[in-house]
Nanobody, 126 residues
Framework: VQLQASGGGLVQPGGSLRLSCAASGRMFSLYPMAWFRQAPGKEREIVAGISWSGGYTYYANSVKGRFTISRDNAKSEMYLQMNSLRPEDTAVYYC????????????????????WGQGTLVTVSS
């Protein structure tokens, strides 16, 4: 699987952005995927995860009710709709796929994800 993240940019507090992750290669639709982020000076953390079918999702407490993860397996794409953005959401956002098990469950641990996109920078500032 090759992953390409896009959609980052500069947005004012309270604004919205939609990140996209385009996948190519292996059978994308068979594996759980996630969005992680890493802010300057901080460890990488999971933002949201989604099962292979899209039927199950996970959100970090810090983004619940503001962010929505989704995927379109027909297009081999995953998305992160980010609303009500805050300065503390500023980070490089990465998409990732966990391909060790087909139809596997969502995992929140970054070390279990074996394919990563290149990252896209989200800056929330006035």
């Amino acid at each position: 699987v090759q992953l390409q993240a896009s959609g980052g940019g500069l947005v004012q507090p309270g604004g919205s952005l939609r990140l996209s992750c385009a996948a190519s290669g292996r059978m994308f639709s068979l594996y759980p995927m996630a969005w992680f982020r890493q802010a300057p000076g901080k460890e990488r953390e999971i933002v949201a995860g989604i099962s292979w079918s899209g039927g199950y999702t996970y959100y970090a407490n810090s983004v619940k009710g503001r962010f929505t993860i989704s995927r379109d397996n027909a297009k081999s794409e995953m998305y992160l709709q980010m609303n009500s953005l805050r300065p503390e959401d500023t980070a490089v956002y990465y998409c990732a796929a966990e391909t060790s098990r087909r139809y596997g469950e969502i995992t929140i641990h970054d070390y279990e994800y074996d394919y990563w996109g290149q990252g896209t920078l989200v800056t929330v500032s006035s």
